[in-house]
């Protein structure tokens, strides 16, 4: 038995340990200072030495040094999971809202509704047949999670929710403010899908916040989920281009067929769409080459990470996927006014966000009026199954209704049908096409605005000079009928379309400021791509391209007498909640150009006298019974030849704009310009008569009222900021009766030549001088009817004497002039007859002699044409015989 050691054996065994302990830490103190007495006295010099690689290295390695090392780190880590654990606490409330009984809710949501302004229900977007997005695993095809998995998170199955490699990148990439990086896991896209979508765009310093929230909600996902719903939950949750989100919606609207039941290939290409949905949607066919790369990258990552083998990849890579999509158009069964729904749908994605709106549940009140649109649609469908689109060579056509009150559209058709095989889906009501001459009247908008001082300011009756102008336009520029009219009103000029006046026009006002003008007024999208930008002055007569809808919202501007408003498509959007998400609110109207050069135009467009050389009297959708419009026609050309034809029209309630033409800008075999007038006469009486007159929006006489200031001078309209001695004076011409034009010396009769009082002026385009000459006169042109080649009348006198009774016979032969107008017969002295033209050009008269007739008497004749030459005659009666 071992003895028990001594009571003072063990204080003795104390007392060494002690010893022993205090020896040490003496020496570890002496070695510290010898160590301290080594370093430089100086504070600086002693830093310095220590930071020394070689010194540091030897503390940091040392025991001391060590031991300072773990106790750094351990209060380090201590921090950490202090700061860890408070995320967690913190984010740890946000997590009850991604329980499935709670994502079932919110995904029986997704039918949005689009009605009229009625509450007509104009579509129920929700895809082809049942619209489904969530399934479980059983209804999700092994090949999509696969494809999943392997183009979004290859480690997807061994991290715990994050992937540090990727979260490095993320946080560098959001300090720097750069795009999305691709190191976010499947876990943290489905927490930002669910939680963050409307954070997603925040990038930089702001972008950390939601990046921590995603990095400790994933976390906790991993812990409350297995991997199988995670995917499923992400599968379920994602975009897929368009309104589709979750892949059971994509699979039944592009393939017509259950996510389960899909193919490799049919898989790999909904993988690749949630990266970046709008541009591989498969229905943006500007995206359909790096929708297809993607997709084989997601092919070839199946191969590499072995999903499927490398034949099955080079087979499903083959297959040509983008032919068996489903048409889009069956997407719209039932679909009213599909192209602006389109527009409405794009307005909403553009304001809300792409994710709002694809996750669906919306109810959308918008600014069409069914009932208008039913006969605008039936108006195009007259027009297309009639005999004129065959002879005329056009094969579409497009509309736009506006309320010109508050700038909604009411009414609009992209296409002669939307379900017209090639190009029925395109809307052309935002293609850009040149106007033609419709432009024309913005032209004249601007003309009539005060222009600065010493220059002279335009009116309805100001002329404009129709003559060749090549040298200022830089190129050979014709009027339609190839003439020049020469001087001319500004109510004529943009009444029959001249293109000569609307040039120069332009060069008055300058380029720029009328297309800065065109562009307030509504026209935004005019002269403004490419080289058109570039144009000069050909933008005066249609030489660029702009979208209709903007057209119209530049006619509505005149109509609000030049006042914009922006145009709108939807009135009102609620969601599932009942909750307003926007409305639509009056917004004050901007005055771009005065009321009076507003009101002047209008007046010009609805003058039918003005414009019956060109369109005739009352054409067809110019002149609507009971309905007073501004109407202006015009065509595009394509080397001479036509290629679209437009009407405008508008009224102090609604404004419309019809295209017609070729979709492929195949020429015209005729460019009436007067065709959509039927179309644009069935919608315009009908909306004013039964629409907007039922409603107290119109009655039958209403019309614009003249602003303050407008003044009429000689039936012609002028701004009150017009002169009439602006730049005129005062002088004389001589003119020729018959043609009215001036006289030439040498040609015109003297009997034909009339002078009159012209007013002088100096063309602001040609610097020469132009004459305004009184009751229909032109100044600006010769005699063009008296010729040095033209014969006088020929006048011959036969006396007949029995007696002292004679007869004088006058026979008139007619010269170059087909009519004599004018004979006179004098004996002696005497007029003795003096008559208009008979019709056999023979004259008589008797007369007698008397005594005092001791000598013999002349006699002459004397005829006038209606060219006003003459021809005369002379013969001599004989004395009076005792």
């Given amino acids: 038995m071992a003895k028990k050691p001594s009571k003072s054996r063990k204080l003795s065994l104390y007392s060494n340990l002690s010893r022993t302990r205090k020896v040490k830490k003496d020496a570890d103190s002496k070695k510290y200072a010898q160590y301290l007495a080594l370093l430089p006295k100086q504070p600086i010099q002693r830093i310095l030495y220590r930071l020394n690689p070689k010194n540091a290295a030897k503390f940091w390695f040392s025991k001391h040094g060590l031991l300072l090392s773990l106790k750094i780190m351990g209060v380090t880590a201590l921090i950490f999971c202090l700061l860890v654990g408070g995320l967690f606490v913190y984010f740890r409330k946000d997590l009850d809202t991604i329980r499935p009984g709670e994502l079932a809710k919110r995904v029986q949501t997704t039918v949005t509704t689009y009605l009229d302004r009625n509450g007509q229900v104009l579509w129920e977007d929700k895809g082809d047949g049942d619209y489904k997005l969530v399934v479980d695993d059983s209804g999700l095809s092994k090949y999509l999670k696969d494809a999943t998995v392997a183009i979004e998170d290859k480690d997807f199955y061994k991290h715990g929710g994050i992937s540090a490699t990727g979260l490095l990148r993320a946080v560098i990439n959001n300090v720097g403010g750069g795009s999305t990086q691709g190191g976010s896991t499947l876990t943290q896209q489905l927490v930002k899908q669910v939680f963050f979508a409307d954070e997603a765009q925040k990038r930089g310093l702001s972008g950390i916040p939601r990046k921590i929230k995603e990095v400790v909600l994933s976390i906790e996902v991993e812990r409350m989920y297995n991997k199988t719903q995670i995917l499923d939950l992400y599968l379920n949750e994602s975009p897929y281009g368009g309104r589709r989100n979750g892949v059971e919606s994509a699979a039944q609207t592009y393939f017509g067929k259950s996510a389960k039941d899909l193919t490799i290939a049919e898989a790999a290409l909904l993988a690749a769409i949630p990266q970046n949905p709008s541009v591989y949607n498969p229905y943006n066919v500007a995206g359909h080459a790096s929708l297809i790369s993607r997709q084989h990258t997601v092919i070839n990552n199946m191969a590499e990470q072995g999903y499927i083998t490398k034949a099955q990849a080079d087979e499903a890579k083959k297959y040509p996927i983008l032919d068996h999509i489903t048409p889009e158009a069956s997407q719209y069964t039932n679909i009213k006014a599909p192209h602006f729904v389109q527009m409405a749908r794009a307005e909403l994605e553009k304001e809300l966000g792409k994710a709002t709106v694809g996750k669906g549940g919306l109810v959308v009140k918008t600014t069409l009026d069914l009932r208008i649109q039913t006969k605008l649609e039936e108006a195009m469908n007259d027009m297309f199954t009639s005999y004129v689109p065959n002879w005329a060579g056009f094969s579409n056509g497009a509309a736009t209704v506006e309320d010109t009150k508050t700038g909604q559209i009411v009414a609009l058709m992209g296409s002669r049908d939307f379900n017209y095989t090639g190009y029925g889906q395109d809307n052309a009501t935002i293609a850009s096409i040149q106007p033609g001459s419709t432009v024309k009247a913005l032209i004249y908008a601007e003309l009539f605005q005060k222009k600065a001082s010493g220059q002279a300011n335009y009116g309805s009756g100001s002329i404009i000079n129709d003559v060749n102008i090549d040298s200022l336009y830089g190129a050979k520029l014709f009027n339609a009928d190839h003439t020049f009219k020469g001087p001319m009103t500004a109510r004529s000029a943009l009444a029959t379309s001249r293109n000569i006046p609307a040039v120069a026009a332009m060069h008055i006002s300058g380029i720029k400021p009328t297309l800065d003008m065109i562009h307030k007024m509504g026209g935004t999208s005019y002269c403004t791509q490419g080289d058109e930008i570039q144009v000069g002055l050909a933008a005066a007569i249609g030489g660029c391209g702009i979208q209709q809808i903007d057209l119209v919202n530049a006619y509505a501007s005149l109509a609000r007498s030049g006042a914009y408003k922006p145009q709108s498509t939807i009135l009102e959007v609620k969601n599932n909640n009942g909750e307003t998400l926007k409305k639509w609110t009056d917004t004050a109207a901007v005055q771009v150009i005065d009321p009076q050069s507003a009101y002047i135009v209008s007046d010009i467009l609805s003058d039918d006298i003005a414009r019956a ?63 959509p007038g039927s179309i644009i006469a069935k919608v315009m009486e009908y909306s004013h008569k039964t629409v907007y007159a039922s409603e107290g929006l119109w009655k039958s006489g209403d019309w614009f009222t003249p602003p303050t200031g407008i003044q009429t001078v000689s039936g012609e309209l002028y701004p009150s900021w017009w002169n009439k001695t602006q730049g005129q004076t005062t002088t004389k011409l001589t003119f020729d009766r018959v043609s009215k034009k001036k006289a030439v010396d040498g040609l015109t009769p003297d009997g034909a030549r009339i002078e009159l009082d012209v007013s002088k002026t100096v063309d602001p385009v040609t610097k020469k001088d132009i004459y305004i000459a009184p009751d229909g006169y032109d100044a600006s042109s010769d005699d063009n009817v008296h010729k040095s080649t033209d014969q006088k009348p020929t006048v011959a006198i036969t006396l007949a004497q029995t007696n002292n009774s004679y007869i004088v016979n006058v026979t008139v032969t007619p010269g170059t002039a087909p009519t004599i107008t004018n004979v006179q017969i004098k004996v002696g002295s005497v007029i003795v007859a003096n008559t208009d033209a008979s019709a056999t050009n023979t004259y008589t008269y008797s007369g007698t002699l008397t005594k005092s007739d001791t000598a013999p008497i002349a006699v002459s004749a004397t005829a006038t044409d209606n060219y006003y030459y003459i021809g005369n005659d002379t013969a001599e009666i004989p004395a009076y015989d005792n």
Avoid: F
């Avoid at 437009?646 to 070729?662: A, K, Q």
């Fill in 613 to 675: 050389p060109l369109d005739g009297r009352h054409a067809v959708g110019m002149e609507i019974p009971g309905v007073r419009t501004s109407t202006k026609t015009g065509t595009s050309d394509k080397e001479g030849n036509a290629k679209d034809i437009w009407m405008m029209s508008y009224s102090p309630v609604l404004t419309m704009g019809v295209w017609l033409g070729n979709s492929d800008a195949t020429i015209l075999k005729r460019g009436t310009s007067s065709i």
